[in-house]
């Protein structure tokens, strides 16, 4: 599977969200443009979360974790969300960093950057800038942001290692990686791993979780780890799976506890004689 074969599914499927949400239909569920999702993105953010942002921001969340929770952001700090879809993680974010701080968001679908954009007038967010990119090429300076965030985005790209030194690059020295992404342990079936259509739903790119943190130490990282937030049964796999060309009921049981939710850490040296 080439990585123009895998962008270009993961374009089309997540510019189909984007459209249904701005439709008034959510992204998710019974008619979802990715169906099947459900088992993963759901119940990711709690009441008051939602209550501070727009309905389409909540419609469009598209994740398997909440960085934002989990990521201990401080006010005047310089966030990045790697693949920030329809915002909802950059505005939480914009919010926890405060008046002195930002949140960038960077995503490569044309219709997911609209629909972010358009939550943010109606959130009323200043200190947000949603940015046209692909995450294996920042469009930023070197040593720019204190936290990047990521919500079951890296797996979505066919160079995870460009990404990691990518997000790397952009950091500054003692700056912190903390994203949510789909984890797996153990040997995932070779239907799965094939097929685009999982791919563009965060499945078939998972990384396993000791690969994870040998790519972030690659790239350069330290302080890596790697915390289980939701542990997925056979019968979560027979729902995301269904409808993807995939024989669900001959692999659900091989699949049983093998894929995670997880959030990831790892630091950049505050001291480094190079940029990976």
């Known amino acids: 599977m080439s990585d123009t074969n895998v962008k270009e599914a993961v374009r089309e499927r997540y510019g189909e969200a984007a459209r249904r949400v701005s439709e008034g239909r959510s992204c998710c569920g019974g008619n979802a443009a990715l169906e099947g999702s459900e088992p993963i993105t759901s119940n990711l953010y709690d009441v008051s979360e939602k209550g ?9 969340s598209l994740g398997c974790g909440n960085p934002t929770a989990l990521a201990q952001l401080a006010p005047g700090e310089i966030v990045l969300d790697l693949g920030s879809g329809g915002g909802i993680d950059v505005l939480l974010s914009a919010r926890r960093v405060g008046p002195t ?16 954009r358009e939550n943010q007038k109606q959130a009323g967010v ?36 460009r990404v990691l030194r990518e997000a790397f690059r ?58 289980p937030t939701r542990l ?21 049981g091989q699949l049983d506890g093998k894929l995670m939710s997880a959030f990831v850490r790892a630091v950049k040296p505050k001291k480094s004689c190079c940029c990976a």
């Open 52 to 60: 501070m942002l727009p309905e389409a921001a909540v419609l469009a």
């Open 101 to 116: 701080g930002k949140a960038y968001g960077l995503d490569m679908t044309d219709d997911m950057l609209a629909l972010a």
């Open 126 to 161: 200043e200190n947000v800038e949603f940015l046209k990119g692909e995450i294996e090429a920042i469009p930023l300076p070197d040593n720019s942001v204190d936290v990047i965030i990521s919500n079951c985005v890296i797996n979505l790209s066919g160079d995870k290692d």
């Open 170 to 227: 952009v950091l500054k020295p003692g700056g912190r990686f903390a994203v949510s992404d789909i984890v797996t342990r153990g040997e995932i079936p070779d239907d799965i791993r094939k097929n685009v259509l999982a791919w563009a739903g965060c499945i078939a790119g998972a990384l396993e979780e000791g690969e994870y943190a040998a790519k972030l130490a690659a790239a350069g990282f330290e302080a890596i780890g790697i915390e």
């Open 232 to 252: 997925y049964r056979g019968e979560d796999a027979r729902e995301f799976l269904s409808g993807k060309g995939i024989d669900v009921d001959a692999i659900a």
